[in-house]
């Protein structure tokens, strides 16, 4: 079974630009998570989505939103960036809710410039 | 505030030698998982271990789980190069009705060959 894949891997962007990032879950996960990791303030959850639905939300502004299609694929948009968005954005999938295993990609590597 | 705080932050040991770390955490949760970290990369599960259950074994790795302390401790024994990483605990967090996943901001353990 293919593991969970995130694209782009690398990705360098100058403030107030947008960025969208995705993630293709496991073949038959339905629920995907994003998290935000930086040295600082660690591992943050973003956001869950689950059969296209947003079931949870993290403490993160508007400009942070996401979505989830039918085939359980999932992005998230990064609006107006500011420095302090430079960090690793990792998606997970999992079988069901939050409290499953989570199964996590590769990450993105997002720089603002 | 964090739901998971791992301790210690670092740990550094030879090759062969057993590795504890440690979770202490918050509020009342559904269960607790492990999950490691190589080089920034993405994150990898490693146990999980429900709040009804005070053990649990998965090859050289032991969890224990007291709810009573609301703290968790991870094992390895016979430690080897390859499991120099990031262990972080994560903990399962409600909110308003649903959940999300709060993670630690890990213990940095290094196995020296």
């Known amino acids: 079974k293919a593991g969970v894949t995130q694209t782009p891997r690398y990705l360098i962007k100058t403030r107030g630009q947008q960025v969208t990032l995705s993630c293709s879950p496991i073949s038959g996960h339905r629920s995907v998570s994003w998290y935000q990791q930086t040295p600082g303030q660690g591992l943050q959850f973003l956001f869950e989505?689950?059969?296209?639905?947003?079931?949870n939300k993290g403490n993160f502004p508007g400009r942070f939103s996401g979505r989830q299609f039918s085939n359980s694929r999932s992005e998230m948009n990064v609006s107006t960036l500011e420095l302090g968005d430079s960090a690793l954005y990792l998606c997970?999938?999992?079988?069901?809710?939050?409290?499953?295993?989570?199964?996590f990609g590769p990450g993105t590597r997002l720089t603002v410039t | 505030s964090q739901q998971g705080e791992e301790d210690p932050q670092a740990l550094s040991i030879q090759e062969g030698e057993n590795a504890t770390m440690n979770c202490s955490y918050k509020?009342?949760?559904?269960?607790l998982q492990w999950y490691r970290q190589n080089s920034g990369r993405g994150l990898v599960h490693l146990i999980l271990i429900r709040s009804n259950e005070r053990e649990k074994h998965s090859g050289r790795l032991r969890v224990t789980l007291d709810t009573s302390k609301k703290s968790s401790s991870l094992l390895i024994t016979a430690s080897r190069a390859a499991d120099t990483a990031s262990y972080f605990c994560?903990?399962?967090?409600?909110?308003?009705?649903?959940?999300?996943?709060?993670f630690g901001k890990g213990t940095k353990l290094t196995v020296n060959p």
């Open positions: 509020t009342s949760i559904n269960n």
């Open positions: 994560a903990t399962d967090h409600p909110q308003g009705g649903s959940e999300k996943l709060v």
């Open positions: 989505y689950f059969s296209e639905t947003q079931r």
């Open positions: 997970a999938s999992s079988l069901g809710p939050m409290n499953y295993e989570q199964y």
